[in-house]
């Protein structure tokens, strides 16, 4: 298995020659040599996946183009693509869960490289078939989209509309290009100094008594430690993906935005991994909601969903579901008494809001470990 720094040189290295092929060969060749970097990048870490990735990206083509996408076709689509990841995920329990969150790239090794998000970016493309919003493209843009190779690894999870529109209006624009550099030594920066040496070598090597210990302040510091190293570690390879996405003149959905401010758990999710959240909004929250009329069944179910993306397993359907539950709280919460919040006064609503933070902050933090007590109850059953 490739280690985490050998995967991250393998991914910048294939980017950088996507860069490359963006702006210094013909037009007309642009997007087939990007996917092939893409390519290319699985042919070093993960050579079953050009396959199966592949076969899925021709497949999900040929639906759409001798479409328009059926109910039916769309429903069994879904169903093939969930009951794939849950196969893989099912057959790769090598890798740690914790190790999978923390650093998503090197789980995705493990599963065909780039599966997870392959799967969801299946599925938006037929969902959006269905709908009959896809411009009309052809199969090298498409396949330019799926194999762009800065977000292979671990997202963010782009809109295939959002991409076509960029592909076809690209221009060169140094301060677009200067912007992606900058950005990208920035998301290394986050992940070889900031996750890996300091959180991940020296803070964790201080804390190793207190962590270690089943404690409350061990268990308190385990898990504080944990989302700082994901939140780090993740952002950094966002960062990396969107920089150089940017570098190449696309425009890579941002995947967060300081969430550890969020003042409630809505806030939270919009602001944490907001390529994926707002993937289950689109295609599970809205057509749940559509068919129950129920918001706080939609929003249990979005995120469950989203918990089982993660991992195939009873603990994290409970963390999802936990999540879930949290935000139809907060919605009844804000319904109740939100009017009344926003009508603070200012020094009452800066109180009110750093508490607020507190609250949302710890609601996150401790999730695993209330989601763990709750699975080890039930399965004590």
């Known amino acids: 298995m490739f280690g985490e720094q050998s995967l991250l040189m393998i991914v910048v290295a294939w980017s950088v020659l996507a860069v490359g092929c963006a702006w210094l060969v013909p037009a007309r060749w642009q997007s087939g040599l990007i996917a092939l970097c893409g390519v290319g990048l699985l042919a070093c870490v993960s050579p079953i996946a050009i396959a ?20 039916r ?3 069994i689509s879904i169903v093939t693509i969930a009951l794939l990841f849950a196969a893989f995920i099912l057959t790769s329990r090598q890798v740690p869960t914790a190790t999978a969150a923390i650093s998503p790239a090197a789980a995705r090794v493990v599963l065909p490289l780039g ?44 809109r295939f509309d959002e991409f076509l529109r960029d592909l076809r209006r690209k221009r060169w624009e140094p301060t677009a290009f200067s912007y992606g550099g900058q950005r990208v030594l920035y998301g290394l920066v986050k992940l070889v100094v900031v996750g890996n040496y300091l959180l991940g070598e020296q803070l964790t090597h201080a804390l190793a008594d207190q962590t270690a210990q089943p404690t409350l302040v061990g268990t308190y510091l385990s898990a504080m430690l944990f989302w700082l190293k994901l939140y780090v570690l993740f952002s950094g390879y966002s960062d990396v993906a969107i920089g150089f996405g940017a570098a190449m003149g696309f425009t890579i959905r941002e995947n ?48 469950s969903v ?10 994290y359907l409970i963390w999802g579901a936990y999540h879930g539950c949290g935000i139809a709280a907060f919605r009844w919460f804000d319904a109740k008494a939100g009017a009344l919040i926003d009508s603070l006064p200012g020094w009452l609503d800066l109180l009110w809001g750093a508490l607020a933070c507190l609250l949302t902050l710890h609601f996150v933090m401790l999730s695993f470990p209330v989601t763990s007590a709750i699975e080890h109850f039930l399965e004590g059953l």
């Open 52 to 71: 199966l990735l592949g076969a899925g990206t021709a497949v999900s083509f040929a639906l759409h183009v001798h479409g328009p996408v059926s109910k």
């Open 73 to 75: 076709t769309l429903s």
């Open 115 to 158: 599966l997870a998000f392959f799967c969801l970016r299946w599925i938006h493309y037929l969902f959006e078939s269905y709908k009959g919003t896809l411009r009309q493209h052809t199969f090298i843009e498409y396949c330019c989209y799926q194999f762009l190779p800065s977000t292979l690894p671990a997202g963010p999870i782009h």
């Open 256 to 303: 967060f935005n300081w969430p550890f401010l969020a003042r409630n758990i809505r806030d939270f999710w919009q602001r944490w991994h907001n390529s994926l959240a707002s993937w289950c909004r689109d295609y599970v929250f809205t057509p749940v909601l559509s068919a129950t009329r129920s918001q706080a069944l939609a929003v249990v179910t979005a995120m």
């Open 306 to 315: 989203l918990g089982l993306w993660h991992d195939v397993s009873l603990r």
